[in-house]
């Protein structure tokens, strides 16, 4: 709708917008960000091995700072990488 100018402007997540800035070099991210958008993996706490692999594979990009790297990838957009998120584990 942007592109077609149907509409001048879209309010969405962080991601997202980056996303679309990506896509289309005519689209610019403008103002202060208006809220933070946590984001969460969903896991079934009974499949013990998925739930390992998952904590695994976080913990080891925030390590080894892959984290660092795909913000650098896909989110520069939206400024400077901050540190990776602290983990937050929810029984």
Request: no cysteine; aromatic share 8%; proline share 9%.
């Amino acid at each position: 709708a942007m592109q077609q100018r149907e509409i001048d402007a879209v309010s969405t997540d962080d991601s997202i917008l980056a996303g679309l800035v990506e896509e289309d070099p005519y689209l610019h991210i403008v103002g202060p960000n208006m809220a933070t958008q946590p984001y969460g993996i969903g896991v079934n706490l009974n499949n013990t091995g998925l739930v390992r692999f998952v904590n695994g594979t976080l913990e080891r990009i925030r390590r080894d700072g892959t984290w660092n790297t795909l913000y650098r990838k896909w989110l520069t957009v939206l400024g400077p990488a901050p540190a990776p998120p602290v983990p937050r584990y929810v029984d």
